[in-house]
């Protein structure tokens, strides 16, 4: 079986090539500071004893799970400590997958690229449920198309890249049509610190034996390359994922879940209020000058990616490429998130560059 390259790698390694400035608006890499109690526990964990530096429990510090478990009202055994929510997402839908009741996914259009990849690479087959032009989902929809055939059902709220922010009774529906159908819910929730809109309801307080959230730290303590996330399971499937997650990792950083929990201890309300607020001001910044370009934009309710559509220039890698070429600007081709917005460029605001990408933007377009 072939795997394709992700986009991204193909477009971060066009950047690399470039040899004029470039402003990335690529990766879903946060430019702020992690909290100062993060970067303690780090410190920290140099001068522990040798046997801090040994093999954690496979599924987890006890004190990392605890910490999780309480800050989302489960029971610490539901908990997995994963590398990332990347790894969260892919026990979920293998948890979904292994049960061979059925083979079909289905994911939204747009959608998070990594979805199908997973899907793929498990052996199941992608069913695409359009989002609605806002990027909602239509519960409809997903009725129409959910079967006895339908295994999982991946969501993913705040949304990348369309911003959206779920209706928590619309995931609910879905969940129970899950219920209906023997499928399980996969429910991505790594962007759940940037509700902009207030709006977000996490999907734990759904009451299901078929849903799965997933979540991790990279964007909510700003640290992607520490790769820590979680999934929490219903009883019955927590098993499986532990030895799944046992078999393929063995277990997950040491020293990356003992900062995490010093970060998670230490950041208060306004640690991420003001990340949220820096969006808030980006997103503004950015959709002005999209306004001032003529383009057409979706604002983000949550998450921090901008979908931008510039008449007669669609969203292609040949476009992007050309718009780094000439513009000095780096984002994704919306061709990389489905059909939906293949017309589309996203940008992620995770730059203090924002502003002056909104003028280049504006120089190139006008
Ligand atoms: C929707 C979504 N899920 C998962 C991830 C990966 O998160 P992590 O770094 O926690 O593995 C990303 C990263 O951009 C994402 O956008």
Sequence with gaps: MEYEEP??????????????DVIDMVSGNPDWEPPQ????????????EPDRFQYPPSDGTAELKAEIAERRGVDPAQVVITNGTGE?????????????????VLL???????????????GGDATFVPANRDGSIDVDAYREAISDETGLVVLNTPNNPTGAVYDHEKVEAIVRLCEEHNALAVVDEVYDHFDLSGEFESALTIDSEHRIVTSGFSKSLAITGFRVGYAIFPDWLTENAKARHMLVNVATTRPGQHAVLRGLEGADAAYYEASRELIRERVD?????????????????????????????????????RLIDEAGVAGMPGEG????YDDWLRFALVTPRVEEAAERLTDFFA
Aim: aromatic share 16%.
């Design 37 to 48: 109690a993060l970067r303690d526990g780090l410190k920290e964990y140099a001068e522990f």
């Design 337 to 340: 998130f489905g059909d939906a």
């Design 108 to 122: 939204t259009d747009p959608v998070y690229p990594y979805y199908p990849g997973k899907t793929k690479m498990l």
């Design 7 to 20: 986009q991204f790698f193909h477009v971060m390694g066009y950047v690399g090539d470039a040899d004029h």
């Design 285 to 321: 910044t950015f959709t002005d000058a999209l306004d001032a370009a003529g383009a057409e934009y979706t604002r983000p309710d949550g998450a921090f990616y901008v979908m931008a559509r510039f008449d007669g220039y669609p969203g292609t890698m040949a476009n992007v490429e």
């Design 88 to 104: 969260a997402n892919y026990l979920g839908m293998a948890a979904a997958l292994e049960r061979d009741i059925g083979d079909e």
